[in-house]
Each structure stands twice: as structure tokens, then as C-alpha cells.
């Protein structure tokens, strides 16, 4: 038995986000069904995490055991050859038999991006979202330094993501290593963030009650009210998912 590392960047437009399902296309289906045909059994394949329907990645990260004798460029080739384009393996590879993708995992980075302007340019609509609204850094960067660490995250949960009478080691308690919020060419603004895990929707949340914050909707005082509450009613709302990308995955 082999264990493999994949590394995969997508276009997540088309799809129903990374998990598979049934009568949707989805990251994780497409991959497996062209495992099945270059090794000719049936493969399990296993996210470091899940994106969501829409969302980007350019780095994600999955493993999968396999008893095929191919060599991991013959893989490498062979998946690129057969997945639409819009699905590119960075990088195959053979790891431990202990290597998982999504538990061996000790911190992801997600990047979200939006557009100032007037007028979006079109070629710009699927990976970053239109915002023509003032952006006060002043009031967002004092935010972020708030979030930097420790803490319940349940107020940027999506609501019913988990069973919350199901024990659970960490609950909804994240450790956030780093927040920014940059300009990054004219009119285009990008948030950073690393942890060593995210909630369901939790930096969609997030950049939603940030914005929401920046525009004065919010004191500063208030939002580190709303991280104290624990309850979604509390925060913001949900940013799009298209001005989301998964970028990298450490181990």
C-alpha cells in the first residue's frame, strides 16, 4: 500500500465546492473519477479541508492509499491529462503511511480579495468582489489585531456547520497566527489569514462583519463584543465566496 500527496490549485466557479456529492460536480468527485481510471480501483481521497461551493484554491492539499505500481510523475501526468482544466495537480508525491492530508495539517492560509472601483472589470468578477465602497483601514486594522491568537470563534461559525451536542476536542476554538488587510494594485484590496484551522464560512464571516465595520457600522468596541458573544446572530454577514482562495497548507 502507497500513500499520496496531491497538491491541487482550481477554478472553483463551476463547481459544487471540494466535497463530493451526488448529481453535482464537485473537486474532490472529478479527481477521484479519474483516479479510478488511471488506477483502475476505486480511490478514497481526503482534503485538508473543505471549500466551499465557488471558493478557489491554489493550493490545497490531498492524500489517498493506493496498491497501483505507478510512479508519482506517471500520476502527475496522467491526472492533468484527463481533469477539465479548470482542475491542475501542482505536485504528486509518495509520503509516510502515517501522512494525512487534512490531519497532519498544522496551519492554512486563506486570502480574500476585493475590488473598490466604480466599474469591475470583467475578467476581475470571478476572483475578487466588487465593493464600491470606501474602505477605512483605520477601522478594520484594530480589528484585526483583536482576532490575532486564541479564541471561540463560534460568532463566525456558519450557523448548524456542527452537531454542537457532539464532543468535540476543540469546539469552535481556533488559534489565528495572522491577520492583514492590504492594497495590492490600485482600486484592489486583499485580508490574509493563517490558522491552524478555520470554521465553516469562518473567514467569509469574518470579512463580512469586518466591512461592515469599516464602513462604520460597527464600533470597534462592537466587534470585539461580537467575538465575545459566541452565537453567528451576532456577527455579520456572509462575504461571497468567489473573493476566496485556499493558498496553502502547512505541515
Known amino acids: 500500500m502507497r500513500n499520496i500527496k496531491l497538491t491541487i490549485a482550481y477554478d472553483g466557479t463551476d463547481y ?3 466535497q463530493r456529492q451526488n448529481n453535482v460536480t464537485t473537486i474532490q468527485g472529478e ?3 479519474q483516479l479510478l481510471l488511471i488506477t483502475t480501483s476505486p480511490v478514497s481521497l481526503h482534503g ?3 471549500t ?3 471558493v478557489h484554491a491554489k493550493g490545497m492539499v490531498a492524500s489517498f492509499h493506493t496498491e ?3 510512479s508519482c510523475p506517471a500520476l502527475h501526468k496522467g491526472l492533468n491529462s484527463l481533469l477539465p482544466r479548470s482542475i491542475r495537480i501542482i505536485d504528486c508525491c ?3 503511511l502515517g501522512f494525512h492530508a487534512r490531519f497532519s495539517a498544522k496551519a492554512k492560509t486563506y486570502t480574500y480579495s476585493l475590488y473598490t472601483g466604480s466599474i469591475q472589470l470583467p475578467l476581475q468578477r470571478l476572483y475578487s468582489v466588487h465593493f464600491p465602497h470606501p474602505l477605512h483601514q483605520e ?3 484594530p480589528c484585526l489585531e483583536k482576532i490575532i491568537g486564541t479564541h471561540d470563534f463560534a460568532s463566525f461559525e456558519a450557523s448548524g456547520s456542527r452537531d454542537l451536542s457532539a464532543p468535540s476536542v476543540r469546539g469552535s476554538v481556533r488559534t489565528l497566527h495572522e491577520a492583514t488587510f492590504v492594497q495590492i494594485a490600485p482600486e484592489l484590496y486583499q485580508f490574509q489569514f493563517t490558522a491552524d484551522g478555520f470554521l465553516r464560512h469562518m473567514v467569509r464571516n469574518l470579512v463580512g462583519t469586518l466591512l461592515e465595520t469599516g464602513q462604520g457600522r460597527h464600533s470597534i468596541l462592537e466587534f470585539e463584543q461580537i467575538l465575545s458573544a459566541k452565537k453567528r446572530s451576532a456577527a455579520g454577514t456572509t462575504a461571497p465566496a468567489h473573493g476566496l482562495v485556499l493558498e496553502e497548507i502547512f505541515y
Open 16 to 18: 459544487s465546492g471540494w
Open 31 to 33: 479527481i477521484e473519477r
Open 48 to 50: 485538508a479541508g473543505r
Open 52 to 54: 466551499d461551493a465557488g
Open 68 to 70: 497501483a505500481a505507478l
Open 94 to 96: 509518495e509520503e509516510a
Open 139 to 141: 477601522r478594520i486594522l
